[in-house]
């Protein structure tokens, strides 16, 4: 299986930063990533898909990059509404992996 | 509205089997699949695999291979998942969610998904 890797596990921000997480792929997964945002309690909501593309209704503050094996999820601006699990997902194989997930907590 | 609706709590025994159901609303069902991804407390995201409405194709995660299966009714618009031979580190919430055939973001093996159910939570304890 292909494996994702996330970076930082934990991230302590304030309203207002720019944030950025990584995610690894274990081998080039094209451009086939997608990254989710969870909060307690709740199911995941997708943020983008195919690395870059925003999902209708999701803030223009996220925004995804990358190909290959590396990828970024930036947040321009945090809002209090973003403090949240973050999970990245590769669906280039048949066998879909997840990252093991970011939280973005208050600082 | 598209509306994906899980059924409640489970608590099993180990060795035990669970079928949970989704069901789906305000799409046309055969028009795309669902795919069920779990979540053990604390932990992270889980993909189970997928199923077509269309044809009944699936698609398992090798490590669940011959405990789980996904089916489908069309004529009252549900997915299940069942999973046998229940284990304590099956205790999860499991999630559905539709597999956006129609996607223009479909890869060459599969399709992403976008709305999810609000979940289900299997305990297995003796």
């Known amino acids: 299986d292909i494996q994702m890797t996330q970076s930082p596990s934990t991230l302590s921000a304030s309203v207002g930063d720019r944030v950025t997480i990584t995610c690894r792929a274990s081998q080039s997964i094209s451009r086939w990533l997608a990254w989710y945002q969870q909060k307690p309690g709740k199911a995941p909501k997708v943020l983008i898909y195919?690395?870059?593309n925003l999902q209708s209704g999701v803030p223009s503050r996220f925004s995804g990059s990358g190909s290959g094996t590396e990828f970024t999820l930036t947040i321009s601006s945090l809002q209090p509404d973003d403090f949240a699990t973050y999970y990245c997902?590769?669906?280039?194989?048949?066998?879909?992996?997840f990252g093991q997930g970011t939280k973005v907590e208050i600082k | 509205q598209v509306q994906l609706v899980q059924s409640g709590a489970e608590v099993k025994k180990p060795g035990a089997s669970v079928k949970v159901s989704c069901k789906a609303s305000?799409?046309?069902?055969?028009?795309?699949?669902i795919s069920w991804v779990r979540q053990a407390p604390g932990q992270g995201l889980e993909w189970m695999g997928w199923?077509?409405?269309?044809?009944?194709?699936?698609n398992y995660a090798q490590r669940l291979q011959g405990r789980v299966t996904m089916t489908t009714d069309t004529s009252t618009t549900t997915a299940y998942m069942e999973l046998r031979s229940l284990r304590s580190d099956d205790t999860a919430v499991y999630y559905c969610a539709r597999v956006d055939f129609l996607s223009r973001y479909c890869s060459d093996t599969s399709c992403p998904v976008d709305y999810w159910g609000q979940g289900a939570l299997v305990t297995v304890s003796s």
């Open positions: 195919k690395g870059s």
């Open positions: 997902q590769q669906y280039d194989s048949y066998q879909w992996t």
């Open positions: 199923i077509s409405v269309h044809n009944g194709n699936t």
């Open positions: 305000g799409y046309t069902f055969s028009n795309y699949g």
